[in-house]
Structure formats: C-alpha cells, structure tokens
C-alpha cells in the first residue's frame, strides 16, 4: 500500500497592512493564539514591526503586524510609514486588510497606490465582519476586489474567530517550500521589556479618553527580577516605568483626580505583566514631560521609533 504523498512543508513571511484601526493586530493576535502586539480603539496603536509565528504541520507562517499606513502629520507618522514600507519587501504575501464597518476611503486607495508598486501576492482580508451586516460585508467584498489586484479576497472575523482557520491554510498555502524559521515553542521575537512597555501603553489607550494617547510614549526605566518572598520557587519582578507626554497640560489627564487614572492604569497593566511573566509584579509608574517627542529625531531615537 502506498501512502498518499504529504504535501510540502512550507514556511515564509506574511505583512499585515491597512489603515490605522483595520484590526491587523487582533487578527494577528488571534492566528498566532497569543497575544503578541497591543490592541485599542485608538488609531496607531501599533507603532513598529511586531513578528507573529504560526506554527500548524503544514508549515510556518511568520506574520509581520505594522502600524497602520496613513498620510503621516509629524515625524513620529512619517517613521511608521517607513517601517511598513521596509517590511513589505522581504515578505512572501502581502495581507491588506480593510474593515468591514467602515466604508472603503481614500485611506485604502492610499494603500492600494503603494501596494500597485511591488509583485508580491496579495491577499485581502476584509475585518470585523462580526460587527457588519451581510449585505454591507457583501459590497465591502466588492470594493475590495476593485481596489488591487488581489490573489484572494476573504472576509474574516478576528473577535469571533470566523474564517480565521481558512485564511490561515490559505497564507500557508503560498508560501515557498521551506523549513521552520523558529523554534516550535517560540510565538514573537519581541524583547520582553518593550512588551512591557507596551502593556502600559495599551491600558493608558483605554483609560485615558483625551488627546494623549497620539502623546503618549513608554520606556522600562528599571526590571529587577528576585525570589518572590511569598514563594521562594517564583520570581518576583520590580518593573519601574515611565510615561512621557508631549505637553504638561498632558500631565494631568494622566494622573486623574488624586491620581486613580494612573492608579487604573497601573492595576490594568500589572495584570499582564503578571501573565507574561508568569510570577507577581510591582510596578512604578511615573509621567514625564519630553516635549513635542513626535517631531523631534532626536527624542523618537531615544524612545525607539
Ligand atoms: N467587532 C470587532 N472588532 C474588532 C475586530 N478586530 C479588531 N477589532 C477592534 O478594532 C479596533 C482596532 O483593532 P487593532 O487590532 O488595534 O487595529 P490595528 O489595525 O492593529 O490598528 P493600528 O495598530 O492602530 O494600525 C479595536 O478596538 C479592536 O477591538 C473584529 O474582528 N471584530
Ligand atoms: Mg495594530
């Protein structure tokens, strides 16, 4: 008896593309079934390249998140269009995703002239189709198909998980032949201390209704790691960080009265902290002012953008 032949195992690189607030990262988030990058109903919530892996008998799938594409209005935009613009050359596929609630726009056209300029494979996706009626995902699929030449075009719901198994075999499916480019057990090449840095950004993005969110940068001043002393056998991490805003009219919209927004902030971000780590934290939260960051190369160096 014969067995039939295994298909080739395939392994390669797939960017996620598309205006700010598409949902590129929750969808990232749930094909690896990890949380890898920060999620927020604010745009630009992603602010550099973040690697998602994928791994299924079929093959490996490394997703490249980026910051949404978008018409920048200061440096700090110009940098996140250039690190989406580098990702898109050297990758197998390209995955633009546009939502399914929003009607197409000038921003997906935007995108869609730049993705006109390289011959990699596109794949749409259209988003949230959880939250859009079946007649509006419909005519989202249409104005899709009519914005770039697309290999496939796949409505998908991040939050409720439909579809998300058939996009993945399908990204699996073009890759090259190839073998694993991460070890099984590995999930996101990030560095623990940025994604520390962000689990604050992230719970100040839900906390914090004004303007600040688009000010807000975090940096890991501090990690000491030591015996937990409720439990010899864990660690106990002492994480100290530090949250700079653009203006110190800013300051105060952070801290909330008696400071219970910074207080809210800090509680949310330790809970995540607490899961990536896999031991207690205590974390020190302080805000800064560093002035007009956004526009200033010098300080977006400094702050890692
Ligand atoms: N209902 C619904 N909401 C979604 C879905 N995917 C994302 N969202 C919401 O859309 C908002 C934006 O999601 P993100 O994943 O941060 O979007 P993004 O494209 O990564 O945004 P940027 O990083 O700013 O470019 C968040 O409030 C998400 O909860 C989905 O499948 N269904
Ligand atoms: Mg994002």
């Known amino acids: 008896m014969t067995l039939p032949d295994q298909p080739p195992y395939r392994s390669g690189f797939a960017c996620l593309v598309g205006r700010p607030n598409a949902g590129k990262t929750t969808l ?3 094909l690896v079934g990890e949380k890898v990058g920060i999620v927020s109903n604010r745009p630009q919530t992603t602010r550099h390249a973040i690697r998602g892996v994928v791994h299924r008998p079929a093959g490996q799938l490394v997703l490249v998140d980026t910051p949404g ?12 269009n250039d690190v ?3 990702t898109l050359a050297d990758v197998d596929v390209i995955v633009f995703c546009i939502p399914a609630d929003q009607p197409v726009g000038s921003g997906d056209a935007f995108i869609a002239r730049q993705l006109k300029a390289v011959s990699t494979p596109i794949v749409v996706v259209v988003t949230k189709t959880d939250a859009a009626s ?4 419909t005519e989202q699929l249409v104005a899709a198909s009519q914005l770039v030449d697309a290999r496939e075009v796949v409505p998908v719901s991040a939050v409720s998980g439909d579809q998300v198994g058939l996009l993945e075999d399908l990204l699996i499916g073009l890759l090259p032949e190839g073998p694993a480019l991460y070890p099984e057990e590995q999930t996101t090449d990030e560095d623990v201390e940025r994604q520390l840095a962000e ?6 993005l839900e906390k914090v209704r004004q303007e600040v969110p688009h000010s807000l940068a975090v940096s890991i001043e501090e990690v000491v790691r030591k015996p937990d002393p409720r439990d010899p056998e864990a660690v106990f991490t002492e994480v100290h960080a530090l949250l700079h805003v653009e203006r110190a009219s800013q300051k105060p919209m952070l801290l909330g009265k008696g400071g219970q927004t910074i207080k809210a902030i800090g509680s949310e971000a330790r809970v995540g902290m607490e899961t990536l780590l896999g031991g207690r934290v205590h974390l020190d939260l302080h805000v800064t002012v560093l002035g007009e960051w956004q526009d200033d190369p010098k300080k977006l160096n400094r702050l890692g953008y």
């Open 84 to 86: 989406v613009r580098d």
């Open 28 to 30: 990232t988030n749930a």
């Open 69 to 80: 594409l978008h018409k920048p209005k200061s440096l700090l935009g110009q940098r996140l």
């Open 199 to 204: 689990l604050v950004r992230e719970a100040a």
């Open 134 to 137: 079946k007649k509006a995902i």
